[in-house]
């Protein structure tokens, strides 16, 4: 492609792979204390954070539409050659599958799950009623993080790194560390989980050289960890005013 990488793209460079980590690594030091959402204030947060990440996305494609670079190499188009790329979405499912059955087959391990969701992200759902502004937050994230973490960062770090010869390794584990460690409010072990998940999510990219089946694995991820929540979370939401409580209605990328 020609001018890429622009100027402009090493500033969305920096936001997406310096500024926004650095502001996670932030929210991980000042975590949720004994901090309580109602549903309300849980429905504002969700909608309020699918608004920052069409933001996210938004500039993205207005760069890559700017100087008339072609969607196809974004990802933004149907996957190819499906026979080398099936087995990678496979592998992932059932290595998510048997962690998470692992990770809640004792009541040790629930309990402790628990304890992590209140402490770390104690904005997740319990409820049935507070799903379809969590599914839109999960459905923002599956788009448009992937659009910016793997449409363009891969390819971003693809072309600044093309003649080195680790320049498959970089564009793929350099994006998916700024992934996971804008993630880092949610604690340590998440953050490998997520470092691992992004891995994956960058191979498949590159081989289905689509992001159709990241944005449908992301949503997926997402939308059942919080009917996880929900099913196992007691629904301690406060009931409460705003007033009472008052929660700035921002959320950390999903």
């Not at 000042?30 to 849980?42: H, R």
């Not at 990241?214 to 997926?220: S, Y």
Request: charge should be neutral; glycine fraction near 6%.
């Amino acid at each position: 492609m020609d001018k890429f990488p622009h100027w402009v793209d090493h500033i969305l460079a920096f936001v997406f792979c310096i500024a926004i980590p650095l502001y996670g690594a932030i929210q991980r030091r000042k975590g949720f204390p004994d901090m309580s959402f109602t549903s309300e204030q849980k429905k504002s947060i969700y909608i309020s954070g699918s608004f920052s990440l069409f933001i996210m996305g938004a500039a993205v494609m207005a760069v890559w539409l700017l100087f008339k670079r072609p969607l196809a190499d974004i990802g933004l188009t149907q996957p190819r050659d499906f026979r080398s790329w099936w087995w990678m979405a496979i592998v992932f499912a059932l290595i998510y599958l048997l962690d998470t059955a692992i990770t809640l087959s004792s009541k040790k391990g629930v309990d402790k799950t628990i304890d992590e969701w209140k402490k770390r992200t104690p904005f997740l759902p319990t409820k049935n009623s507070e799903l379809p502004e969590y599914f839109l937050l999960c459905f923002s994230a599956g788009v448009f993080e992937e659009i910016v973490y793997r449409g363009y960062l891969v390819n971003y770090c693809w072309y600044l790194f093309d003649r080195s010869d680790y320049q498959q390794l970089l564009a793929i584990f350099l994006p998916a560390f700024a992934f996971s460690i804008a993630h880092f409010y949610q604690g340590g072990k998440a953050v490998v989980k997520i470092f691992v998940l992004a891995v994956f999510f960058g191979y498949l990219y590159i081989y289905s050289g689509s992001l159709l089946m990241v944005m449908i694995l992301h949503f997926l991820v997402d939308a059942i960890g919080g009917l996880l929540t929900i099913k196992y979370m007691k629904d301690e939401s406060p009931q409460m005013t705003d007033q009472a409580n008052p929660v700035e209605n921002d959320l950390p990328n999903e």
